[in-house]
């Protein structure tokens, strides 16, 4: 059976497009704050699409028969308003008026042409993974034209006639001219799936896992993170538990709040450790006051080492995470717990290294998250004691709390240091391209974290 089960397995494998096995439970949720920025922002782009060429007109009023040039002049949009269709998408409602000058002798005449636009997209998982907006239904209502500047100039019915000649024209392109500014949206949200570096040598991917849910409040992108060493995709651990985001959650009235699981905060740890990015080495100088890395300090406390090494030679720190860092999530509380093993060297005069003796570390860091443009920072600050055990030696026993003070404070800075250098760096986090968050708060829940936002566009 269970070779069965394992042929079925990999036959499963062959046929099923790349879906990733795991997900690392990263909410990201639109809400409808985020609609009123994006009509805000928006509107200057939905004039700009909106400006249809109108072609001449054929005056079939007089004797002869005498195209008649037209010009879209001037296209206002004064109201712009988008709203959540539940388990659908949005719907976009507008309102512009249309400037439009009619190229007729003896004078020309300025027409003002109001519509009321309203289009239905709908929200959907696209073919690379990336959210899709597609126009389903779109009809714009006009109202009739007013002639400025109060020309009396023109027949009724001639104003009827163009009117229904620039009607005919733009109820046509108007429609179109919105797909196409929707084309372009989808271009730009297909930027999520962008590489992001974490450490020099290793990157992140997000991309959508399922269809959008969408509610009246706002619409839920589930993304997975796809982490990359040296360009290779790396295999996480898989996760049975779905991460479901309560609802509400975070700041009220926000325009975005992102749910990060603790699976991710996992894997990119794993990531990290890893590439190896959390190593360290801290090295020793000779006559330094302030690092006492060297043999004869050493040997104040282990006589085994003055013996071994009578003249003072500098010692060297390779701490190495062999042991993915865990953290934890508990309300207002992240903590990183840390098991590094150090290797504690001596550097012999032809560069070569000589081991003293070795210990397994185990420390707690607190961890504060902050976000910055489109990334997570953090900091840490260690939380209670430093724990020390001896894991072999070359010098005899060891008095391992003789080593605490010297070794406690030696390790400390210089791990901290390199960790906030690290952290501080920070993680991309699910964006498209200009897109920026703004006054960002960061809750932390058990298990999770929440982050609430403003966005901001950069044109
Ligand atoms: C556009 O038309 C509406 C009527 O539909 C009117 O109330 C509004 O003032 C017009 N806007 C401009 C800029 O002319
Ligand atoms: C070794 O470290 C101690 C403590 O910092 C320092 O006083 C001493 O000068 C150092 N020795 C040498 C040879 O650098
Ligand atoms: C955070 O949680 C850890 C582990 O449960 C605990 O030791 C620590 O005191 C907590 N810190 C705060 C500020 O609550
Ligand atoms: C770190 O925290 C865990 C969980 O609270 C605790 O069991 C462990 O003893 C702590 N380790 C150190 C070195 O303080």
């Not at 990999?10 to 096995?21: E, G, I, K, N, W």
């Not at 928006?42 to 060429?53: D, F, P």
């Amino acid at each position: 059976m269970a070779g069965a089960h394992h042929g079925l397995g990999l036959l499963l494998a062959l046929l099923l497009p790349a879906v990733p096995t795991s997900s690392t439970g990263t909410v990201v949720r639109i809400n409808r704050a985020a609609l009123s920025y994006v009509a805000d922002v928006g509107k200057v782009s939905l004039q700009r699409a909106l400006k249809v060429m109108v072609p001449p007109f054929l005056d079939q009023s007089g004797e002869v028969h005498q195209p008649t040039r037209t010009q879209t002049l001037d296209v206002h949009v004064s109201h712009l308003d988008l709203k959540f269709i539940a388990g659908f998408g949005l719907r976009l409602m507008a309102t512009a008026n249309f400037t439009i000058k009619v190229f007729r002798t003896p004078e020309t005449l300025e027409l003002m042409l109001p519509v009321a636009l309203t289009a239905d997209a709908r929200v959907a998982q696209g073919p690379i993974r990336t959210p899709v907006v597609s126009i389903s239904t779109c009809s714009s209502i006009f109202s009739p034209a007013r002639v400025l500047h109060d020309s009396n100039s023109i027949s009724p019915e001639l104003l009827v006639l163009v009117q229904e000649h620039i009607k005919a024209i733009l109820s046509n392109k108007l429609c179109l001219h919105i797909s196409n500014l929707v084309q372009g949206l989808n271009v730009h949200l297909g930027t999520l799936i962008g590489l992001s570096p974490v450490g020099p040598e290793s990157q992140i991917r997000y991309s959508m896992v399922s269809e959008p849910i969408i509610t009246g409040d706002y619409i839920a992108l589930e993304v997975n993170a796809d982490l990359f060493l040296l360009g290779q995709p790396i295999t996480l651990p898989l996760d049975v538990t779905p991460f479901v985001l309560p609802w509400p959650v975070g700041t009220k009235g926000t325009m975005a709040t992102m749910g990060l699981s603790q699976q991710l905060f996992d894997c990119i740890l794993l990531l990290l450790q890893k590439a190896g990015a959390l190593n360290l080495d801290v090295t020793g100088e000779l006559n330094s006051d302030d690092n006492p890395l060297n043999t004869s300090a050493l040997g104040q406390l282990i006589p085994e080492v003055t013996h071994q090494f009578p003249e003072p030679m500098p010692v060297v720190l390779k701490v190495y995470l062999g042991a993915t860092p865990m953290v934890t999530f508990h309300t207002n509380n992240a903590t990183l717990r840390l098991q590094p093993f150090v290797e504690v060297l001596v550097a012999s005069s032809n560069s070569a290294f000589q081991s003293l003796f070795s210990l397994e570390v185990a420390v707690n860091l607190s961890l504060q998250l902050s976000v910055s443009k489109v990334k997570l920072q953090g900091t840490t600050s260690v939380l209670g004691d430093v724990r020390f055990s001896v894991a072999a030696s070359n010098v005899g026993f060891i008095d391992v709390k003789q080593l605490h003070t010297l070794v406690g404070t030696l390790f400390k800075k210089p791990l901290l240091d390199h960790l906030n250098a690290l952290l501080g760096m920070g993680i991309a986090l699910p964006s498209v391209v200009n897109l920026y968050y703004t006054n960002p708060e960061v809750f932390v829940y058990e298990g999770y974290v929440v982050i609430s936002s403003g966005l901001f566009y950069q044109r």
